[in-house]
C-alpha cells in the first residue's frame, strides 16, 4: 500500500525547457503558463522552465511566473556553472538565474574530461572550480540546488576517477540533488546500472572515512536537504539524493531510466511526452504508470494517476502535437484490440490480453474495426455507442459483411472510429443526418507572376429546408473546404467554431492505376477535448477529402 501523499520517487519534468528544443516546437509565455499549471495539477515535483538568460522570451516567462501559485510541483530556473575566467559575482548568466527568483537552480557543469578540454577549452582544476564557485554562490544566495552532471556516462568511461570527483566536488559545494545524465543519449542500461554503483561506492566510502566532511579546499560545506516535494523524506546530509536525465537517441531512455531506479536513483528527469532535444527524452507519462503500478513506488499524488491520459493530451494540444498512437499506457492504441480472438479474449478475461486496465490510467479499451475482427468486437463497439445488439444478432452480421465490402474496396475503419461509428448508426437506424452538402468546390490557383499557390472552396449546404452558401481560402484545397463547409453551417451549429482540423493522411491505394487510382483519406479533428479520426475513399482526392470531412463534422453534431 502506498503511504497517503508520500511520494517515493521525484518526478522532474523539463518540456518547458529541453522540450523547448525539439524541432518543431515553440512555446509562448502564455503557453508556457498552461503548460506549468496543467504539470502541476498532475503533481509532478519539479518543473524545469527554462534559461531566465538565453532569450527575451524565457525572461519574460520567469517575470510572469512569479505570480504563479503552485500547490505540489517546485519551479526550477536552469542555467550553467560560470564561465571560465570569469569570477561567478561577474557573470551575467549567474545573475539571471538569481533574477528570476525561483528558490531552486538546475545547475549543469561538465563531468567529461573531453568536454573540459576540448569545449571548455579550461583545465580539469579549473572545471572543478568553475563547479564549486558557482553551486557555494548560489547557495550562499539562498537557493537550492540540482546539479546537472552532463555527459557523466560517457565522462565516465573516459576517465572514471576525473568523473567522479566533479559529483563530489558539486556536493560538497552544496548541491543537495546530483543527476547523472546520458547527455548524448549513447549508453546502454548496463553502463547506468554500473555508473550508479560506482558514485554510490563513492559516497558510501566517503561515509566510512570520516562521515563524508568536505576538504578544507571547498568554500561551503554541505547543510541539511530540504524535504522533498510531496512530503518524501530527504537524504541524510553525507549522501546526495541520485537521479538520471537519459536521452532517446538509441531508444533506451525509459529502459535507463527504470536501470537507474533498480540502482538506487530517486529522481527522474524527463518530458511528459519524450519530445525534445534530437530523439528526446525518457517520456515520463510511460514511466510513472510503470513505477506506480508495476513496482509499488508513488511519483504522483494520490488519485492523479488516473488523469495521466487526459492532462498529457492537454499538454499535447498546448505544445501543437499529437500524442502517438502507440505511446505505452495513454496513447490511443495502447489498449486496441484488432484480431478476433484477441477481443473475444479480453472481454472474457481482460487479462489474457492487457497488462492492466485501461482506467488505471484515465485510457480506454479500443477494438478496431477491420475484416479481421469479430463479432464480440462489433458487439463491444456498439455497446459502448450504447447500441445494446446480441452477438447473435442478424445484424451483427450485417455489419461485418458491410465491413469487408467496404475495406475490399479500399476502406479501413481500422483507424477512423468516427466513421465506423456513423456507418453502423446508420445500419442500425439509429443515425440522424443533421445536413446535406448540395454542391461544392475547391480551386487551387497560381495566379500569374505569383509563386503563391491561391486556394480557395465553396459549399453550398441544406439543413431542415434552409440553404446556405459560404466560401472560404484556406492553406490548400482542403482547408479551403473544411473552412467553407463550417462556415456554411455555423450560422445553424455554432458549436462547429470549436474544432479544428489536427492532422491529414491520404494513402493511394492501388499505385498500378498511377493518377487514376483510388486515395484513401484520413482526416483528425479535435475540440480540445476529444479527438476523432475520419475517413473517405475516392478516386477525386478532393471528394475524399470532403467524405471524410463531412463525416468528422456529422461526429460531432451527433454526440
Same mark, same amino acid.
Given at each position: ?102 528558490? $531552486? ?14 569545449? /571548455? ?6 572545471? /572543478? ?26 565522462g565516465w568511461k573516459l576517465n572514471g576517477e576525473?568523473?567522479?570527483? $566533479? ?42 572515512? #570520516? ?12 547543510? $541539511? ?5 510531496? #512530503? ?39 518530458? /511528459? ?31 492523479? /494517476? ?20 502507440? *505511446? ?12 478476433? *480472438? ?26 478496431? *474495426? ?45 483507424g477512423a472510429d468516427a466513421s465506423f461509428e456513423?456507418?453502423?448508426r446508420k445500419m442500425i437506424g439509429s443515425f ?34 434552409? $440553404? ?67 475517413? #473517405? ?23
Amino acid at each position: 500500500m502506498h503511504k497517503k501523499n508520500t511520494i517515493d520517487i521525484e518526478m522532474f519534468d523539463t518540456t518547458l525547457r529541453d522540450g523547448a528544443q525539439g524541432a518543431g516546437i515553440s512555446f509562448s509565455v502564455q503557453d508556457k503558463l498552461a503548460i506549468i499549471g496543467t504539470l502541476d495539477e498532475l503533481g509532478l515535483s519539479w518543473i524545469e522552465a527554462g534559461n531566465p538568460g538565453s532569450n527575451p522570451k524565457d525572461s519574460d516567462f520567469f517575470r510572469s511566473a512569479k505570480k504563479i501559485k503552485l500547490r505540489h510541483a517546485v519551479l526550477c530556473a536552469f542555467g550553467s556553472t560560470r564561465k571560465k575566467n570569469l569570477s561567478v559575482k561577474d557573470d551575467a548568466q549567474i545573475a539571471s538565474l538569481l533574477s528570476a527568483e525561483t528558490e $531552486t537552480i538546475t545547475l549543469f557543469g561538465k563531468s567529461s574530461a573531453l568536454h573540459v578540454k576540448d569545449v /571548455l577549452k579550461a583545465s580539469l582544476e579549473e572545471n /572543478l572550480d568553475m563547479i564549486a564557485e558557482t553551486i557555494s554562490f548560489l547557495r550562499a544566495e539562498g537557493r537550492n540546488v540540482i546539479y546537472d552532471a552532463e555527459h557523466f556516462f560517457d565522462g565516465w568511461k573516459l576517465n572514471g576517477e576525473y568523473a567522479l570527483k $566533479t559529483l563530489r566536488t558539486a556536493f560538497f559545494a552544496g548541491a543537495q540533488r546530483i543527476i547523472l545524465c546520458d547527455t548524448n543519449g549513447g549508453s546502454f542500461p548496463n553502463t547506468i546500472r554500473e555508473g550508479f554503483a560506482a558514485v554510490n561506492d563513492m559516497f558510501e566510502a566517503e561515509i566510512q572515512s #570520516g562521515g563524508g566532511k568536505p576538504p578544507p579546499s571547498l568554500r561551503a560545506s554541505v547543510t $541539511t536537504l530540504p524535504p522533498s516535494p510531496g #512530503g518524501s523524506a530527504p537524504k541524510p546530509p553525507n549522501r546526495p539524493i541520485l537521479g538520471i536525465h537519459a536521452h532517446n537517441d538509441m531508444g533506451l531512455a525509459l529502459a535507463c531510466s527504470l536501470t537507474a531506479l533498480e540502482a538506487g536513483c530517486t529522481h527522474v528527469q524527463g518530458t /511528459l511526452l519524450g519530445f525534445g532535444e534530437r530523439c528526446g527524452n525518457t517520456p515520463l507519462a510511460a514511466l510513472i504508470p510503470s513505477i506506480e503500478l508495476k513496482l509499488g513506488q508513488r511519483c504522483l499524488p494520490e488519485g492523479r /494517476l488516473e488523469r495521466l491520459s487526459e492532462l498529457s493530451r492537454r499538454v499535447a494540444e498546448i505544445s501543437n502535437i499529437n500524442v502517438q498512437d502507440q *505511446m505505452p499506457y495513454i496513447g490511443s492504441q495502447a489498449f486496441s484490440h484488432k484480431a478476433g *480472438m484477441h477481443a473475444d479474449g479480453v472481454l472474457k478475461a481482460s487479462a489474457s490480453f492487457e497488462h492492466i486496465s485501461p482506467a488505471l490510467v484515465g485510457n480506454v479499451r479500443h477494438f478496431l *474495426m477491420s475484416e479481421q475482427g469479430g463479432r464480440s468486437a462489433i458487439v463491444e463497439r456498439l455497446r459502448l455507442m450504447g447500441e445494446n445488439v446480441d452477438r447473435d444478432s442478424p445484424l451483427i452480421s450485417k455489419i461485418s459483411r458491410k465491413l469487408k465490402e467496404l475495406e475490399s474496396g479500399g476502406w479501413q475503419f481500422e483507424g477512423a472510429d468516427a466513421s465506423f461509428e456513423i456507418l453502423a448508426r446508420k445500419m442500425i437506424g439509429s443515425f440522424k443526418s443533421r445536413f446535406s452538402v448540395l454542391a461544392y468546390r475547391a480551386v487551387s490557383e497560381h495566379p500569374s507572376g505569383e509563386k503563391l499557390e491561391c486556394c480557395y472552396a465553396w459549399a453550398k449546404v441544406l439543413v431542415e429546408g434552409q $440553404t446556405e452558401i459560404a466560401a472560404a481560402e484556406g492553406d490548400g484545397p482542403v482547408n479551403a473546404m473544411d473552412g467553407a463547409l463550417r462556415r456554411a453551417l455555423s450560422r445553424f451549429f455554432p458549436v462547429l467554431k470549436e474544432i479544428r482540423l489536427s492532422d491529414y493522411k491520404v494513402r493511394v491505394i492501388d499505385g498500378n492505376d498511377a493518377t487514376a487510382a483510388q486515395v484513401r483519406v484520413l482526416i483528425e479533428s479535435s475540440d480540445g477535448a476529444s479527438i476523432w479520426t475520419t475517413v #473517405g475513399v475516392s478516386t477525386d482526392i478532393i471528394e475524399a477529402s470532403c467524405i471524410a470531412l463531412v463525416d468528422a463534422i456529422e461526429y460531432k453534431l451527433n454526440r
